[in-house]
């Protein structure tokens, strides 16, 4: 089990100074993102599988005002880290989506993932993801981490399925989503699972 120090210095890195990838750079939100952010949430096609059907400035803004990064790991929180890509030369970094995080509790951690439409298909999600669960397992030391998501979602499927996640649940019309009853996938992976994959 990791110290109390060691972990401490991890949570903090987040917060300070974000994870980068190859491309990007995940990082806490800022206000100045939250126009792009609303603007791909308020997208018909990336509201489909999600929990809202309109999306505001105003919801966003309650959302970042709601989140403090103070409390970054705490048990039972919800954050959003943005994606944003790397400053190269004269080119500002541009938010491309970003990834949530509930610590269900000490050990375990529920991720979900939003890609802004433009940027879709391009492996953002994948790099971004990847980075994320390295940092989960391999520096935070936590257990366990899911996914939900909906059934009909099949790319989400997919990009999980090529993370290595398992489908271990189907829950069928568990969830009363948008005037229908809706079925959901549980997915799930394991420290053990993920650092046998990676010394694969």
Known sequence: MASTLALSKALHKVVNNGLTTEHFVLRPFQRADLEAF???RADPKV????SWTDYSYSDALALFEKMDYA???AVGTWF?????????????TQLVGDLALHFIDEQQVEIGFTIAPEHQGKHVAFE?????LDYLFIELHKHRVIAITDAQNLACCRLLEKLRFRREAHHV?????KGAWGDEFLYAL???EYKAKQDA
């Open 71 to 73: 409390q970054f790991g």
């Open 38 to 40: 609303t603007a791909y």
């Open 80 to 92: 959003q880290l943005a994606i944003v890509t790397v400053a190269s030369g004269t080119t500002p």
């Open 47 to 50: 509201a489909q599988y999600q």
């Open 173 to 177: 019309k568990n969830i009363f989503f």
């Open 128 to 132: 971004a993801v990847s980075a994320l």
């Open 190 to 192: 394991l420290k053990e």
